[in-house]
């Protein structure tokens, strides 16, 4: 794991494999469903009780990880905003012909726009391609932590993990 | 002479615990803190925090403190804000009140002796809730403007809202530097990179995944050199580190920053749990010299109880269980206990150890550990 989350500050594809709340190839194909991107022994558990499903399974002690179970993940997102280390994304891999949607946390501003084109980025902030905002949610239960739903092509769909920032700040 | 039942100095989450729950028990109780706003670090925590329902987890730390402030309020727990307590001897505590009550704080946010108001207070039971304290790094040019700790590069930005710079270094990869620096990617600065002496990153993963997908660069084994520039920081000279901790020749690399952030750990702020005479233990894990305590938040000292990171740098969630546990306990040995509360008690002893279980907090467990045996044999009983 010597190129892992401790040392580069993002999970490899190994890591991603073995993690416990990450869904299968057959499970991704099928429709929308979250993947948590949370493999460490931490002391931490919102995400079990977000879950109106019980999808999310943690246990005791608090310290376990968390488990996906993919069959009773409806792709709600609910649990999205909840996670306090931003580490749960939803993926739609069957959104529309050729094209999936990501939906991730973004807590900066300017907020992105409906319909507005961005750069999808990686886990290491790599820009790998364009996508379109299809859906920027911010209720009052997420707590300012707005989520951001881009539709980029298919086979980006696991690599994309946010969207370049904005530098520019609103005007006025 | 005012007197008090329980006094508690530092109004953070252990202290303001500490008061709900002596004054839930009757005890006339007075918090103390030297700040303009209670609440500790709590009021500049502006992210979602770890942990179980019982800790508020999801919830973020400056609303946890809005939160504990009523409890205290509604419990009875006088709180002075702008009081520095100074001297502490036999039980009585010196005070220097440089605002509060009706007075406003005093813009520089500091204190100014000529205004303040001594006060001494009295109390049977005293609880230490001081704190930690940011360590500093020692470097040339550690001393011009722009080199900060990331603990008052985040008062800055959140409390008092300015941006401390605009391209920030910071140094330390824990979770106070991964925090930090997603907090001052929010306000808008740009952080230049955050760098980490040791081969690996500290803190939590899904800290440094946050910063790294908005492409912070995180540099393990690279520390500071030297700061330069005329009347501020304009560059920063970095370097490779290598297994043995030397630093790998040729490996220097300058970046032009205005602000270096130091997040190197904290230490507990124990200078008045000095000066009241409890005897310390040296505990690296637990961030240095901690007074010693035993399973009841009691020191060495009669009466003088304590909690939170002065009891060994934690988190924000054990600060709180610790300073239940201590309020809880100076409460009963006041007689003013209650039924129930060695049940509550153990609940929260469950808790702690659910807390520091995990392999994050593994060395920490058994510091905590070693320092509450020595405890068990030092301090006094009730
Ligand atoms: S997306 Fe909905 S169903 Fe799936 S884990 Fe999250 S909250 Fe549960
Ligand atoms: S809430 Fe997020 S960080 Fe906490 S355990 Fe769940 S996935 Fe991990």
Not at chain 1, 119 to 140: D, F, H, Y
Not at chain 2, 184 to 210: C, S, T, W
Request: glycine share 12%.
């Amino acid at each position: 794991m010597s190129q892992g989350i401790n040392v580069r500050g993002y999970l490899s594809q190994q890591e991603l494999r073995n993690a416990p709340g990450y869904p299968s190839q057959e499970r991704l194909a099928r429709g929308p469903i979250v993947a948590i991107e949370c493999i460490e022994e931490i002391p931490c558990n919102p995400c079990e009780q977000a879950c109106p499903q019980h999808a999310i399974i943690i246990g005791k002690p608090i310290t376990n990880r968390p488990y996906l179970d993919e069959d009773k993940c409806i792709g709600c997102g609910l649990c999205i905003p909840q996670c306090p280390g931003q580490a749960i994304l939803l993926i739609d891999l069957t959104y529309s012909q050729g094209a999936a949607s990501v939906a991730f946390p973004y807590e900066y501003l300017p907020l992105p726009k409906e319909g507005q084109t961005v750069r999808a980025v990686n886990r290491a902030g790599e820009s790998v391609c364009s996508g379109t905002v299809i859906k920027v949610q911010n209720p009052k239960k997420n707590d300012q932590t707005p989520v951001v739903t881009v539709a980029v092509q298919r086979k980006y769909a696991t690599e994309v993990r946010g969207i370049l920032r904005s530098r520019g700040r609103e005007s006025g | 002479m005012r007197e008090v039942d329980l006094s508690i100095v530092g109004a953070g989450p252990a202290g303001l615990a500490a008061a709900i729950e002596g004054a839930k028990r009757g005890c006339s109780t007075v918090a103390l803190d030297m700040n303009p706003r209670p609440g500790g670090q709590l009021i500049k925590q502006i992210h979602k925090f770890f942990g179980s329902r019982e800790h508020h987890a999801g919830t973020r730390g400056i609303e946890i403190a809005d939160t504990l402030l009523h409890e205290a309020e509604s419990a009875g727990v006088e709180v002075l804000i702008g009081a520095e307590v100074y001297a502490i001897h036999d039980s009585i505590l010196e005070v220097a009140q440089t605002f509060g009550g009706d007075s406003p704080p005093p813009l520089s946010g500091g204190a100014t002796t000529s205004q303040s108001r001594p006060l001494s207070i009295e109390a049977r039971q005293i609880v230490l809730a001081t704190g930690g304290a940011e360590n500093a790094l020692n470097f040339p040019g550690w001393t011009l403007p722009g080199v900060m700790g990331a603990g008052a590069a985040q008062t800055m930005s959140n409390v008092w809202r300015v941006l401390p710079g605009e391209r920030v270094l910071m140094v330390g990869a824990g979770n106070v530097g991964l925090i930090v620096s997603y907090q001052l990617l929010q306000a808008g600065a740009e952080i230049v990179a955050v760098i980490e002496a040791a081969p690996r990153i500290g803190g939590y993963g899904v800290h440094a995944a946050k910063i790294r997908r908005a492409g912070v660069p995180i540099l393990t084994s690279h520390t500071v050199v030297r700061a330069s520039g005329e009347s501020r920081v304009e560059q920063a000279v970095i370097v490779k580190v290598d297994a043995s901790w030397g630093t790998v020749p040729g490996s220097e690399e300058e970046l032009d920053v205005d602000t270096i952030c130091i997040a190197v750990g904290l230490r507990p702020n124990a200078r008045l749990a000095s000066l009241a005479g409890c005897k310390f233990d040296y505990s690296p894990s637990l961030g240095g010299w901690v007074p010693i305590h035993n399973t009841r938040m009691h020191t060495t000292v009669p009466g003088i109880y304590l909690a939170g990171d002065l009891s060994g740098i934690e988190e924000a969630s054990t600060a709180l269980e610790e300073g239940r546990l201590a309020g809880i306990c100076a409460a009963s040995s006041l007689s003013k206990g209650h039924v129930g509360d060695s049940e509550e008690i153990e609940a929260i002893e469950e808790r702690l150890l659910s807390l520091r279980s995990g392999p994050f907090c593994q060395r920490l467990q058994d510091a905590k550990q070693k320092l509450i045996e020595i405890g068990e044999a030092q301090c006094p009983k009730e």
